[in-house]
Nanobody, 126 residues
Framework: VQLQASGGGMVPAGGSLRLSCVVS????????MGWFRQAPGKEREFVAA????????YYGASVTGRFTISRDGPKNTTALQMNSLKPEDTAVYYC????????????????????WGQGTQVTVSS
């Protein structure tokens, strides 16, 4: 199983970016998808997650109201729309996959994600 994230870049504060993640390979059963980020010298933190059904979405406190996770079209694709970006959003963003739990749920815990993408850099200038 491989996850390929794309869409990172550099934007000024207040700008927007859209990240995408595509899962390839065979996975038995349903899986949730999540986004995490890691800034230099900091722990990897939860950003957003979406259930297999797409009906449950979860966000970290610092991005609620600004970021939107979606699972449009193919189940193996997820997107993260990031609006009103701030310099503190600067980080490497990772998409991840979790088969833990139920199809209508998604986890906020990075320990419950088994597969990870390579990360994509997001830089927000002040």
């Amino acid at each position: 199983v491989q996850l390929q994230a794309s869409g990172g870049g550099m934007v000024p504060a207040g700008g927007s970016l859209r990240l995408s993640c595509v899962v390839s390979g065979r996975i038995a059963g349903s899986y949730a998808m999540g986004w995490f980020r890691q800034a230099p010298g900091k722990e990897r933190e939860f950003v957003a997650a979406i259930s297999w059904t797409g009906g449950s979405k979860y966000y970290g406190a610092s991005v609620t109201g600004r970021f939107t996770i979606s699972r449009d079209g193919p189940k193996n694709t997820t997107a993260l729309q990031m609006n009103s970006l701030k310099p503190e959003d600067t980080a490497v963003y990772y998409c991840a996959l979790s088969t833990y739990g139920r199809a209508w749920l998604a986890s906020r815990k990075k320990e419950e994600y088994e597969n990870w993408g390579q990360g994509t850099q997001v830089t927000v200038s002040s």
